[in-house]
């Protein structure tokens, strides 16, 4: 739970959080000079159209329509001439919007959904126009209105913004992404518009940059992390591989009789016992590092760490899943066949709740030596997890590439021993 929690606030962070608090800062105390806020406009426009051309390819559902929201309201300041009070208002729907984006799953792009979304895009923001120009003494009054505190004073418009942040906010501590992250960040430099500190383009263009690096650290985690479990997967494995150094251990982990899971209680179980297994590893302790490098398989690294220590911690992992109890599925989701189903024989029916425990065996491995070749040390700890397997499962054995040596060694002088007395 420390290692998510602290994954989650370095990606609240770093890189959107460090930008939009440097960009809005500079805005605020350094406005940008008249001569330049045509070239500031342009700029603008630049971010998002980038952004908008971005999010498909990369498959961004709610950052294409975060950056359509930023972009009507680029439009609308720039070609409905309205009064300050009516742009602030349309700035606090822009924070309405990101907040119905919570609505909205990134798990696939659909252009169903984009184009229902900019079909309500073109109602809202028409009306807010033809509104706009009928009643502005009603914006002008939401604006200047201040609902006094005992600790601050806070307008309807401050207060839209305040509460949509939070629900973003919100969202991303129960379920951190890299968009929800950006979303929150470019609500900051757009709820300044709302104080008349420099030319509102400007604050747009950060917003939308915020947006755009939210895009472009999503498909980053799709491409390093797992999707199933949310565990860095075989690419983050290899190059985290790359950086070890002289000292290091290898913990290479399978779930024991996985096959029996799926085919008892079906795939979709299988698919809970993989996420739970990769909730607990984790957690694992000692500086270690989990990753999931395919089917049941999963490693630990642990950087400067002795092979003693390995096996304490991957033995803390082994205990710990064992005494977590895993309640399966009952007949409703396990037992009615299904044509997606990759077994066809006929499934017995089980009790609604099946209370069942999940087993792991570990094979942990070293480095002989400064010199070994790092996938020598998987084969050592793959040879390990053999051995587990074949002593009955449910266990951490060790293999080092020295005791492989030995045994190899020892091996070849039983071979010579015939041949002498002979």
């Known amino acids: 739970m420390r290692n998510r929690s602290q994954s989650a606030f370095r990606q609240l962070i770093f890189p959107n959080g460090l930008l939009v608090i440097i960009g809005t800062v500079a805005l605020a105390f350094a406005p940008i000079p008249a001569e330049f806020h045509q070239s500031a406009k342009l700029l603008c ?45 349309a700035a606090a729907l822009v924070a309405c919007n990101f907040a119905l984006l919570l609505l909205v799953e990134d798990v696939f792009f659909d252009w ?23 009643e502005t003494a009603m914006f002008s009054t939401i604006a200047g209105k201040h609902l006094d505190l005992s600790f601050a ?10 509460l949509s942040l939070t629900l973003l906010l919100c969202r991303f501590i129960y379920s951190p992404d890299a968009v929800g992250a950006g979303l929150a960040w470019a609500l900051v430099p757009l709820s ?11 604050y747009i263009a950060v917003s939308g940059l915020a947006v ?5 650290e999503r498909s980053h985690w799709i491409a390093y992390h797992d999707e199933l479990t949310g565990l860095p997967g075989r690419r983050a494995f290899n190059e985290a591989l790359a950086g070890l150094g002289a000292v290091y251990g290898i913990a290479i982990v399978d779930v024991d009789h996985f096959k029996k899971f799926n085919d008892t209680f079906g795939h979709e179980t299988g698919d809970q ?19 999931r490098c395919g089917g049941e398989e999963f490693a630990l690294l642990f950087p400067e760490s002795t092979l003693e220590d390995c096996k304490y911690y991957a033995e803390e992992m ?35 709740r099946v209370e069942t425990s999940v087993t792991v065996s570990i094979g942990v ?38 005791q492989a040596r030995k045994a190899s060694l020892a091996r070849a002088a039983a071979n010579r021993a015939p041949s002498a007395k002979n």
């Not at 979304?117 to 706009?132: N, Y």
């Not at 300044?192 to 400007?202: F, K, Q, V, Y």
Request: charged residues 20%; positive net charge.
């Open 192 to 202: 300044m518009t709302l104080r008349d500190r420099g030319i509102p383009e400007a």
């Open 153 to 162: 004073s806070i307008g309807p418009l401050e207060l839209i913004f305040a």
């Open 112 to 134: 169903q959904a984009v184009t229902w979304w900019l079909g309500f895009m073109a109602v809202q923001w028409t009306s807010f126009t033809a509104l706009s120009r009928w």
């Open 365 to 402: 491995s070293e480095p002989a030596n400064s010199y070994q070749d790092v996938y020598e040390v998987i084969a050592a700890a793959d040879k390990a997890l053999y051995n587990a397997k074949h002593l009955g499962r449910n266990r951490v054995e060790v293999f080092s590439p020295r």
């Open 212 to 216: 755009a690096i939210a895009v472009i």
């Open 273 to 291: 016992v993989l996420r739970k297994v990769a909730a607990l590893l984790s957690k694992v302790g000692g500086g270690g590092s989990a990753y």
């Open 318 to 352: 082994r205990r710990s899943i064992e005494e977590d109890v895993f309640v399966a599925r009952g007949p409703s989701r396990s037992t009615r066949e299904r044509e997606e189903r990759r077994t066809t024989g006929a499934r017995g029916r089980h009790p609604s």
């Open 45 to 89: 426009m630049a971010i998002l159209a980038g952004c908008i051309l971005l999010a498909p390819r990369l498959h961004s559902l709610r950052g294409f329509m975060a950056a359509a929201s930023l972009a009507c309201y680029l439009a609308f300041i720039q070609f409905a001439l309205a009064d300050v009070a009516v742009n602030r208002c």
